[in-house]
């Protein structure tokens, strides 16, 4: 991590508004800056909050919004919860990990694009939906998603 990431992640982890700072939120706040979770973000955190680097990985690791690998470029995540599921997500999601070329969550192997899967995207009226970038598109088909998806791989 560089000095300038470090002093980043301090800034990010000491200057929290709210009177209680947890290892939680200065796990959010430490993602937040970096984007992800490095090493060195654990031991920060570890050191700041007067916890272990054991205490810190055990609340790290039981949530599964925090990653620990630098994300892509862009950010695809495709709604599995049970609206969408029923609207048919399966085939969706199906269509854009071929089109990433992943079986699973994680990023395409040139790093571009990092998909996971999302239990709500809070659009169960636009089921099923899908998020590009953080730009949200219901009523989508397998056809569409793909689309969106190939529009990632094109140069701007």
Same mark, same amino acid.
């Given at each position: 991590?560089?000095?300038?990431?470090? /002093?980043?992640?301090?800034? #990010?982890?000491?200057?929290?508004?709210?009177?209680?700072?947890?290892?939680?939120?200065?796990?959010? /706040? /430490?993602?937040?800056?970096?984007?992800?979770?490095?090493?060195?973000?654990?031991?920060?955190?570890?050191?700041?909050?007067? #916890?272990?680097?054991?205490?810190?990985?055990?609340?790290?690791?039981?949530?599964?919004?925090?990653?620990?690998?630098?994300?892509?470029?862009? #950010?695809?995540?495709?709604?599995?919860?049970?609206?969408?599921?029923?609207?048919? /997500? #399966?085939?969706?999601?199906?269509?854009?990990?071929?089109?990433?070329?992943?079986?699973?969550?994680?990023?395409?192997?040139?790093?571009?694009?990092?998909?996971?899967?999302?239990?709500?995207?809070?659009?169960?009226?636009?089921?099923?939906?899908?998020?590009?970038?953080?730009?949200?598109?219901?009523?989508?088909?397998?056809?569409?998603?793909?689309?969106?998806?190939?529009?990632?791989?094109?140069?701007?």
């Amino acid at each position: 991590m560089s000095i300038e990431d470090r /002093a980043r992640l301090v800034e #990010a982890i000491t200057s929290q508004r709210r009177p209680t700072v947890t290892v939680l939120s200065s796990l959010l /706040a /430490a993602q937040d800056e970096l984007g992800y979770l490095p090493d060195e973000a654990i031991r920060e955190v570890s050191t700041l909050m007067g #916890a272990t680097i054991n205490e810190v990985w055990g609340v790290a690791s039981y949530y599964t919004n925090f990653r620990f690998t630098p994300p892509g470029r862009s #950010a695809v995540e495709v709604c599995w919860g049970p609206t969408c599921h029923l609207q048919g /997500a #399966a085939h969706i999601l199906r269509r854009v990990l071929d089109e990433l070329g992943l079986e699973g969550e994680g990023e395409t192997k040139d790093g571009e694009v990092s998909f996971k899967f999302n239990t709500c995207l809070g659009a169960c009226a636009q089921a099923p939906a899908i998020s590009v970038d953080h730009r949200l598109s219901g009523r989508q088909t397998p056809e569409s998603a793909a689309k969106q998806v190939r529009q990632l791989k094109q140069p701007s």
